[in-house]
């Protein structure tokens, strides 16, 4: 259902250009390797796009409901609408902890 993004056709830094040097084919050297293929490239992600939003009072939530009173059969009953119009997302946010990125092609931990 996606998500992860490994599977799209874009430029990654971390593809590398599969020519690898005789030197560095031992084990996790050959990852390596491959981040070394694009200096500027780093494993960590430090920003992220917020999932929140601000309405127009300025409060931040995911989901925003009002109180709406319909009347059926002669009885008042209130039920939670939920908002979607007039709703500006948070935009990107920075991270309190770097995380590695999905993508990145190196195993951290074989149990």
């Not at 990852?31 to 796009?49: D, N, Q, Y």
């Not at 939670?80 to 991270?95: C, E, V």
Request: hydrophobic share 30%.
């Amino acid at each position: 259902m996606g998500g992860s993004g490994s599977k799209s056709r874009g430029f990654w830094p971390f593809s590398g250009s599969g020519s690898v040097d005789d030197s560095t084919k031992d084990g996790n050297e050959q990852s390596l390797a491959r981040v070394r293929s694009f200096p500027g490239a780093t494993p960590f992600v430090f920003t992220r796009r917020s999932s929140m939003f601000f309405d127009e009072d300025g409060d931040l939530a995911h989901e925003f409901y009002e109180e709406a009173i319909v009347t059926k059969n002669g009885r008042k009953k209130a039920k939670l609408k939920r908002i979607q119009k007039n709703l500006t997302p948070q935009g990107i946010i920075k991270l309190d902890h770097p995380c590695i990125h999905v993508d990145f092609p190196v195993v951290l931990c074989e149990a």
